[in-house]
């Protein structure tokens, strides 16, 4: 079946939160669902939690407990094929037919201002933190915030203590200057779900010379498809992921690419990648382009080079 896939950002979880009724097996709803991911040959998924920002401050935390329940009875209780990776060297050890599955935190705003929050969650198996959303926190700007701040003494000791415990720092939907910021201090700095905005002006996209400081920090950027983050027509193509995925190749970040789809959280979708499930349309495409040492660069290799510093 290939090589297998690791995506670096799905929003299964908020859906199945949002829609408890829903199948996580085989739910038509759920673009990051079990029959998908199998049908898909997804390797390794990594589940953001998530938090609608309209939801009231002390209510936040409860509700990513909850998201975190269900990553357990409905995500790993759908198959025993899944297989948690708690830390990063488990995926080493996946065996042949074993899918990983990753928690992740996409915005820090359910901690307030408690980094023994945070701490749990690292012990509960969340292990890589989003900063922001679009809008500001505690901890720093998001993209839709006009301030455009950078990180506050708190984001600073919050990105210290991801290093600490060998959790990626994750800098989509991250202000400009908070992404700065997050260069100088992150050991493990990763952009889950962006593209390259020379090709598509979005702010949550990133300029050359963000996607270059990734690269010298040795880090990882997940190509996200949403359509309005690859380009400005009405329709947006398979292609126009090649597009961003070489001409952030031609800025020098072939070793340092993959993709993080952000499926489960557009409504929008990309033609013949409307789920996860459709994963083989995208290396097909690949397949004609790049060698299949790149391809499976591409699809985990870099993924995997990036945690393998952190075992």
């Known amino acids: 079946m290939g090589v297998g896939v690791i995506d670096s950002h799905c929003d299964a979880l908020l859906k199945l939160w949002a829609h408890p009724k829903c199948s996580y ?31 009231k401050q002390n209510q936040k935390f409860q509700i990513v407990l909850e998201q975190i329940e ?13 297989r948690h990776i708690k830390k990063w060297s488990d995926i080493n050890e996946l065996k042949e037919g074993e899918i990983g599955a990753v928690l992740t935190l996409e915005g820090v705003d359910a901690i307030g201002d408690d980094l023994t929050k945070l701490s749990i969650l690292h012990q509960l198996g969340v292990i890589s933190v989003g900063l922001t959303w679009n809008q500001a926190n505690l901890c720093a700007d998001g993209v839709g915030e006009p301030r455009g701040a950078g990180l506050t003494i ?5 990105v210290r203590l991801n290093n600490k415990h060998n959790v990626l720092t994750d800098v989509s939907h991250l202000s400009i200057n908070g992404f700065w910021d997050v260069m100088e201090l992150a050991n493990y700095p990763i952009a889950s779900h962006s ?13 050359d010379d963000q996607i270059q400081a990734l690269v010298n920090k040795k880090g990882y950027i997940g190509l996200v498809f949403c359509p309005y983050f690859l380009t400005t027509k009405d329709r947006a193509t398979i292609k126009d992921i090649l597009n961003h995925l070489d001409h952030m190749c031609s800025l020098g970040a072939e070793h340092h690419l993959g993709f993080g789809s952000d499926f489960d959280g557009i409504s929008k979708y990309v033609v013949r990648l409307r789920h996860c499930g459709e ?30 510093r952190l075992t």
């Open 70 to 82: 269900i990553f357990h009875e409905k995500v790993l209780g759908s198959s025993t094929k899944f």
């Open 279 to 308: 994963y083989h349309y995208l290396v097909e495409e690949l397949e004609k382009y790049y060698s299949a040492t790149q391809v499976k660069r591409f699809l985990r290799g870099n993924f995997e080079k990036l945690v393998g």
């Open 195 to 207: 593209n390259a905005r020379h090709l598509c002006d979005h702010p949550r996209n990133l300029y």
């Open 25 to 55: 097996s085989n739910s038509p709803n759920i673009d990051v669902n079990l029959e998908r991911i199998q049908a898909g040959n997804i390797k390794v998924q990594l589940f953001a939690i998530f938090i609608e920002p309209f939801i």
């Open 154 to 158: 708190f984001g600073k000791d919050l």
